[in-house]
């Protein structure tokens, strides 16, 4: 597909803060140095040490699952909970501390300043993101709920018991995953420690080099055999610049593909919502671009997920919150709504409005309670991701066009990383 041929780049007009909070988190990394060998060894030690069955553990509301936004709440801080407090964490406390370990994605809802520049892209598989820890002679995979996924031995370091592994306690690993169900094959996204050594306040093209370099000489990659259970992939990135977009969006894979993930190149390894990593789709690369329910239908409305604050603010999971709408007291009493319920609406006609590039109103109404499991609201950026794909979505012609001229663009040679 032929980008638009424009003697400047197109631009999009911005309809969020999301470049300015790119550039301010990338000012945050650069000033904030934070204790990141103890966070990972934190990380590690949790992941084994977790209780191994979540009872409040419910089916995903959507047959492929998607990155949910966190919620932090004051009373339990995921930065300072250490290791013995964290293996007590029960149903929807469990999975706040677990899944605000994990770095996740924003939706892609403005196209990035020097995106062909300053960004790598992948296909992301579909399947069940999880972290992946291998330590003291034995590997240990767990999903966001914090969940055991899989107990096995793998060739990573110190991940099974063998007369040449390693018995230091500090020889530990830790990988970002996507467990692809149909091959059995642990993709991997990014790395956060390899035998002890922390990569988070590396950048994603150091770690991306590390991890290309490193998981193939350990026989992580290799066909299962008796001390290596499962079989973990590298995934092709590419620089984002026109090539590498177009091949990563219509290239073939080994796996089904759900969207493109965009990292930028600077990026540090931040727990929780980022906007230095985004994600976007549509039919081409996803099954599932809208939202479905519990029974893998689309709705017909868009649907939102929101927290019901004490004066009676409807906000997402984003810090800060955006609200969205309110509730008057008399029907939250007659709703028999608290502070701190999930509470579901339904968009109507009227839609979201936006003004100078910021939400000005919703037109919401009240569906119900969301099921206790869940534990986060959504996101601004995926509030306003679903509803640009009922409307005015951001496609594939829109991220070309960015790029410039096609004389531009085909002078440049795509680049994969490793």
């Known amino acids: 597909m032929a980008p638009h041929d424009t003697r400047r780049p197109f631009k999009r007009a911005a309809i969020s803060d999301q470049q300015k909070r790119r550039e301010l988190s990338l000012q945050r990394q650069a000033q904030n140095r934070t204790e990141a060998q103890l966070q990972a060894r934190r990380l590690a030690s949790s992941i084994l040490s977790f209780p ?240 479905t329910d519990n029974k893998g239908h689309v709705p017909n409305q868009q649907q939102v997920v929101l927290e019901l604050q004490d004066n009676g603010q409807l906000v997402t999971s984003d810090d800060p919150p955006v609200v969205l709408g309110c509730l008057n007291a008399t029907f939250i009493q007659e709703t028999g709504l608290h502070s701190g319920n999930l509470v579901r609406f339904g968009v109507n006609d009227g839609g979201l409005t936006f003004v100078d590039g910021k939400l000005e109103k919703a037109d919401l109404h009240y569906v119900g309670k969301v099921h206790r499991a869940r534990a986060f609201a959504d996101s601004y950026s995926k509030i306003v991701f679903q509803y640009m794909v009922r409307h005015s979505p951001l496609q594939i012609e829109h991220l070309y066009a960015s790029m410039g001229t096609l004389s531009e663009l085909e002078s440049n040679e795509v680049e994969m990383v490793g």
């Open 52 to 291: 191994t069955q979540n009872p409040d553990s419910q089916p995903f509301e959507s047959i492929v699952e998607e990155p949910e936004p966190i919620v932090e709440e004051p009373e339990t801080d995921a930065g300072d909970i250490d290791i013995r407090q964290a293996a007590k964490l029960k149903g929807s406390e469990a999975r706040r501390w677990f899944a605000s370990q994990l770095m996740l994605p924003e939706w892609m809802i403005d196209i990035p300043d020097r995106l062909s520049e300053d960004w790598y892209v992948f296909a992301r598989p579909s399947g069940k993101r999880c972290f992946v820890v291998s330590s003291n002679g034995t590997t240990v995979s767990r999903l966001r709920n914090g969940s055991q996924l899989h107990r096995f031995p793998s060739a990573l370091p110190n991940g099974a018991k063998t007369k040449e592994g390693s018995r230091s306690a500090q020889s530990y690993c830790i990988l970002d995953c996507i467990f692809h169900e149909l091959d059995q094959i642990y993709y991997v996204i990014d790395m956060v420690c390899w035998a002890g050594i922390s990569f988070y306040e590396c950048t994603a093209e150091f770690r991306f080099f590390w991890m290309n370099s490193k998981l193939v000489e350990s026989g992580a990659c290799e066909a299962p055999s008796t001390y290596h259970r499962y079989r973990f992939s590298l995934i092709p990135v590419y620089n984002c610049d026109y090539e590498g977009l177009q091949t990563a969006y219509t290239g073939a894979v080994p796996y089904v593909k759900d969207g493109l993930l965009f990292y930028n190149k600077h990026a540090h390894y931040q727990t929780g919502n980022t906007p230095l990593v985004l994600v976007w789709k549509d039919e081409t690369c996803s099954q599932y671009v809208i939202d």
